[in-house]
């Protein structure tokens, strides 16, 4: 070999060394272990990804609580439709019934009522506003959940449907999803977190150290009373 050749099969080496090195810990950190020493705080209840009931259709809903009758007065069909909302906030079917509108339904647009129904037993108020319509159409209204009504099993089950829509091969997958032991049927203000968290494992991985980590996430309502995680 000429000795102006050598110095370049020398660095060659070196590059291709280094590459190798690197290779070699990446692999490392490929071969991820079962989860151990994980720190942080444990919570009592497995949740088994994507299984668990399915999210409760608008056509369920109405099959539950069927329309009101000829003859019925617009607080019989509003109280049909807190029904079925209610129903759906919840995302779990149990007895539904309806409680009563305070005062007369209102007339004019931005005018409120509140209204109650019951699910499995708990009070659930709304608010109810008239909103502006078009003449010769029918009154409308928006309705606003003052009060979220929630299941554990549905919430367990909103989890499990929320870590399988995770990467499952990604650093952020989850592993071991658990959540809180929630009461059979609770309640908690749209648009704030309920108290309870749900969580799964994140990984960390430095040359084939690895660490492990609960991740806790809140168990939030939006503004309309459905469970997020977000």
């Given at each position: 070999?000429?000795?102006?050749?050598?110095?370049t099969v020398?660095?060659?080496?070196?590059?291709?060394?280094?590459?190798?090195?690197?290779?070699?810990?990446s692999?490392?950190?490929?071969?991820?272990?079962e989860?151990?020493?994980v720190?942080?705080?444990?919570?009592?209840?497995a949740?088994?990804?994507?299984?668990?009931?399915?999210?409760?259709?608008?056509?369920?809903?109405?099959r539950a609580?069927?329309?009101?009758?000829?003859?019925?007065?617009?607080?019989d069909?509003?109280?049909?439709?807190?029904?079925?909302e209610?129903?759906?906030?919840?995302?779990?079917?149990?007895?539904?019934?309806p409680?009563r509108?305070?005062?007369t339904?209102?007339t004019?647009?931005g005018?409120t009522?509140?209204?109650?129904?019951?699910?499995?037993?708990?009070e659930?108020p709304?608010?109810?506003?008239?909103?502006?319509t078009?003449r010769g159409?029918?009154p409308r209204s928006?309705?606003t959940p003052?009060t979220g009504v929630?299941?554990?099993?549905a919430?367990y089950?909103?989890?499990?449907?929320?870590?399988a829509r995770?990467?499952?091969?990604?650093?952020?997958?989850?592993?071991?999803?658990?959540?809180?032991?929630?009461?059979d049927?609770?309640?908690?203000?749209p648009?704030?977190?309920t108290g309870?968290?749900?969580?799964?494992?994140?990984?960390?991985?430095?040359?084939g150290d690895f660490?492990?980590?609960?991740?806790?996430?809140?168990?939030?309502t939006?503004?309309h009373g459905k469970?997020?995680?977000?």
């Amino acid at each position: 070999m000429s000795r102006a050749l050598a110095p370049t099969v020398a660095a060659v080496t070196a590059v291709v060394t280094l590459l190798s090195g690197c290779t070699d810990t990446s692999h490392r950190c490929d071969d991820r272990p079962e989860p151990s020493d994980v720190s942080g705080r444990r919570r009592p209840v497995a949740i088994r990804p994507g299984g668990g009931i399915p999210a409760l259709t608008t056509a369920a809903a109405a099959r539950a609580v069927p329309a009101a009758g000829p003859g019925a007065t617009g607080t019989d069909r509003l109280l049909v439709r807190l029904q079925r909302e209610t129903l759906l906030m919840a995302d779990d079917l149990r007895p539904v019934r309806p409680g009563r509108c305070t005062g007369t339904l209102p007339t004019r647009a931005g005018a409120t009522a509140r209204c109650t129904v019951f699910y499995a037993d708990v009070e659930v108020p709304w608010k109810v506003e008239r909103t502006g319509t078009p003449r010769g159409t029918r009154p409308r209204s928006t309705t606003t959940p003052l009060t979220g009504v929630h299941t554990a099993r549905a919430v367990y089950a909103a989890y499990a449907r929320h870590v399988a829509r995770s990467d499952a091969d990604g650093p952020l997958a989850p592993r071991d999803p658990r959540c809180d032991r929630l009461p059979d049927v609770f309640t908690a203000p749209p648009g704030e977190n309920t108290g309870y968290f749900c969580q799964d494992i994140l990984w960390s991985c430095r040359s084939g150290d690895f660490d492990f980590t609960w991740n806790d996430l809140p168990v939030r309502t939006d503004d309309h009373g459905k469970v997020t995680f977000e």
